[in-house]
C-alpha cells in the first residue's frame, strides 16, 4: 500500500503545470517524448494480443417482462461475473439520439480553452469532483493521458426541478450558454440510473436473491458520472489512459466512441474490448463484490492510448447512499457462512480511495485490511 499511497501528491500544485497534450486538438504542436509523470511501470503496459467481446446481453425480453429471457439474460451475466465482470448490453433501452449527443457534446466541452475548463475544477470538497486534467492535482506519478469532467450524480434528483443539478454544475462553472449541455448530461444520467436499477434486478436474479433487493439498496443513491477524453499519444508503449483498476464502486455502464481503448484482464491475460455500435460496457465493481461475498468478481481492466485518434468515453459509476452498510444479504453467506469482506459505508470506500489509496486492481482487499485494522472489534 506504500508506494500506492506514495504517489498521491501531497503539495498543492498551480494545476495542469506543463502537461503535454493540452490543446492538443487545436494546436499543430507535436510531442514526442512524454515527460516522466506519465511513464507506467512495464507490468502495467503488458500488451493484449486477444479480444473479448462476448458476452453480449440482450435486455429486450427482460424490459419487456418476457419471464424466459429474463432468466436466460440472468444466466449469461452470472456466467460472466463469476469468471471476470465484464459484459456488453444490446436492447438496452436508452433512446440512441441521447447516447449519440452525449458522445457529440463532449468535442465542443474537452475543445474550450484550458482556462475555461479549468473553471470547473475542483468545485467541492473532494478533488476528484469537476475538471481535471491527468489528476495532476492529486498524483505525482503514473499520470493518466486523459482529461476527465466528473460530477455527482443523486438518484433523487427530479428533471422538473427548476434548475437541475447537473445543469447548475455547469452553468454554474462554465456559465449560463452551458445549460444546454448541461440538460443533454442531466437526461443521459437519469437515463443511466434507471437503466443500472434495471440491471440490479437482473443480478439480483442470477444470484438467487430477490429481484428488488439490489433495486432498493441501490434507489436513493448518489452516484458519479464521468466523461473521460484521451488525448492523442504520440509515443507509443509507456502510458496509459487509465491504469489497470477496478472501479470502487458497484456497477459501470460505459459508452465508448468507436475509437477503442478499452481493455479487461481475463483469464490471466489483457483482452482489447473493440467497440461495438449501439452496445454498452457493463463491469462489476468493489462494491458490488463485496455485496455478493465476493462471489461476483470485480472487473480489472485499463483504458489504453491512441497514436492518431483521441478517444471519449462516458462512465456511469452506480453508487448506493453514502452511508448505505454494504454488506451481503444472508442468502449469499449462508453457504459456508463466512464473510470475505467487513461491513462498510460506502462513503469509507470513496474516501478511501480519495485520501489514503489510489484506486487500483485490489483496492477492495487493501481497504478490507484497512477496515479490520483500524476498528477495535474488527468486523
Ligand atoms: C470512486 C471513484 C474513484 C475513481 C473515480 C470513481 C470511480 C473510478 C475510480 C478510478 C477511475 C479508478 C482508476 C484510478 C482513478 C484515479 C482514475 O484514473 O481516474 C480512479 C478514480 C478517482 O479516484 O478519481
Ligand atoms: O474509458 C474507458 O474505456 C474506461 C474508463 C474507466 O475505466 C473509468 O473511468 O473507470
Ligand atoms: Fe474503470
Known amino acids: ?117 479549468t473553471r470547473a475544477s475542483q468545485t467541492r470538497a473532494a478533488k476528484m469532483w469537476g475538471f481535471s486534467t491527468a489528476h495532476s492535482n492529486r498524483f505525482s506519478s503514473k499520470l493518466p493521458w486523459k482529461e476527465t469532467f466528473s460530477f455527482e450524480f443523486d438518484h433523487s434528483c427530479n428533471i422538473s426541478n427548476n434548475e437541475p443539478p447537473v445543469v447548475h454544475f455547469f452553468s454554474s462553472t462554465l456559465g449560463k450558454e452551458f445549460e444546454e449541455i448541461g440538460m443533454v448530461y442531466e437526461k443521459y444520467c437519469q437515463a443511466m440510473r434507471e437503466l443500472s436499477l434495471a440491471l440490479t434486478e437482473v443480478l439480483g436474479i442470477s444470484l438467487g436473491v430477490e429481484r428488488s433487493y439490489f433495486r432498493k439498496f441501490f434507489e436513493d443513491g448518489s452516484s458519479i458520472m464521468r466523461l473521460n477524453s484521451y488525448p492523442i499519444c504520440e509515443q507509443g508503449g509507456v502510458a496509459l489512459g487509465t491504469g489497470p483498476h477496478c472501479d470502487p464502486t458497484a456497477l459501470t455502464i460505459l459508452h465508448q466512441d468507436q475509437v477503442g481503448g478499452l481493455e479487461v484482464f481475463a483469464n490471466n491475460k489483457w483482452h482489447t474490448v473493440p467497440p461495438s455500435p449501439n452496445s454498452l460496457v457493463v463491469n462489476i465493481g468493489d462494491v458490488f463484490m463485496a455485496l455478493c461475498n465476493g462471489e461476483y468478481k470485480s472487473c480489472v481492466h485499463r483504458a489504453v492510448v491512441n497514436k492518431h485518434k483521441e478517444r471519449r468515453s462516458l462512465a456511469f459509476f452506480l453508487c448506493p447512499r453514502k452511508d448505505k452498510v454494504v454488506r451481503p444479504p444472508e442468502k449469499l453467506v449462508a453457504g459456508d457462512g463466512s464473510r470475505k469482506y467487513p461491513d462498510f459505508s460506502w462513503s469509507e470506500l470513496f474516501e478511501f480511495t480519495q485520501k489514503h489509496y489510489r484506486a487500483d486492481a485490489v483496492t477492495l482487499q487493501n481497504f478490507s485490511k484497512w477496515v479490520v485494522s483500524s476498528r477495535p472489534c474488527g468486523v
Open 1 to 117: 500500500m506504500d508506494s500506492n499511497s506514495s504517489q498521491l501528491e501531497s503539495r498543492e500544485q498551480a494545476p495542469n503545470q506543463q502537461l503535454p497534450f493540452l490543446h492538443t486538438s487545436q494546436s499543430t504542436h507535436k510531442t514526442l517524448f512524454i515527460p516522466s509523470k506519465f511513464i507506467w511501470p512495464k507490468g502495467d503496459l503488458v500488451e493484449a494480443y486477444e479480444r473479448l467481446s462476448e458476452p453480449h446481453v440482450d435486455l429486450e425480453g427482460f424490459l419487456k417482462g418476457d419471464k424466459k429471457a429474463t432468466i436466460e439474460a440472468s444466466k449469461i451475466v452470472r456466467k460472466a461475473c463469476l469468471k471476470h465482470g465484464f459484459f456488453q448490453l444490446t436492447n438496452h433501452g436508452v433512446d440512441q439520439n441521447l447516447l449519440a449527443t452525449a458522445l457529440d457534446k463532449m468535442g465542443p466541452l474537452f475543445n474550450l480553452p484550458l482556462s475555461l475548463k
